[in-house]
T-cell receptor
């Protein structure tokens, strides 16, 4: 049982380039989330999807777009990368938003933008 | 706006000590509170989830308590071991689907 799988694990981009971070879960969870983790800032929610077909903004959505491709997959896209988007990105999933079940996290994507 | 605070930011202790990790939150209208562990270079692993109607949860050497009225939770680690070294994060879920995280506490248990 793989849980939450994120690809790639590491990526270096130049300012202005675009890329998509992929996330897939095999736990039949309805809700999925994208966070970024920065030193001194903690984990901050970028976007989330409460269920297939819905997406909503979190605390720091500017510069990002998301797609809930199906129940399993939730991708995060940087259209024009900026150095301020250098961070560790985590995808998470949970059974439902209000199920009182914990969120399960992937191992993260470490993204550097030069 | 919900704010979650964990103090201190880091703690170093000798092996065998019983530990208390603190978490405070500003809005007592929460749905649940969750404690996570994060090892270097890894994602978060859920340790305990306390529903708003509960006072505590236990798993092995870990015990988490919740006092909603005072906006506090504690994570108790009994007989600490070097393998407990990690960053511990507290998070609360309020009226929305979102979790609000504290910045974490880095624990080092020295053999």
């Amino acid at each position: 049982n793989a849980g939450v799988t994120q690809t790639p694990k590491f990526q270096v981009l130049k300012t202005g380039q675009s890329m998509t971070l992929q996330c897939a879960q095999d736990m039949n969870h309805n809700s999925m989330y994208w966070y970024r983790q920065d030193p001194g800032m903690g984990l901050r929610l970028i976007y989330y999807s409460a269920s297939e077909g819905t997406t909503d903004k979190g605390e720091v959505p500017n510069g990002y777009n998301v797609s809930r491709l199906n129940k399993r997959e939730f991708s995060l896209r940087l259209e024009s990368a900026a150095p301020s988007q250098t961070s560790v990105y985590f995808c998470a999933s949970s059974k439902d938003s209000y199920s009182n079940q914990p969120q399960h996290f992937g191992d993260g994507t470490r993204l550097s933008i030069l | 706006k919900q704010e979650v605070t964990q103090i201190p930011a880091a703690l170093s202790v000798p092996e065998g000590e019983n530990l208390v990790l603190n978490c405070s939150f500003t809005d007592s209208a929460i749905y649940n509170l969750q404690w996570f562990r994060q090892d270097p270079g890894k994602g978060l692993t859920s340790l305990l989830l306390i529903q708003s109607s509960q006072r505590e949860q236990t798993s092995g050497r870990l015990n988490a308590s919740l006092d909603k009225s005072s906006g506090r939770s504690t994570l108790y680690i009994a007989a600490s071991q070097p393998g407990d070294s990690a960053t511990y994060l507290c998070a609360v879920q309020g009226g929305s689907e979102k979790l609000v995280f504290g910045k974490g506490m880095k624990l080092t248990v020295n053999p």
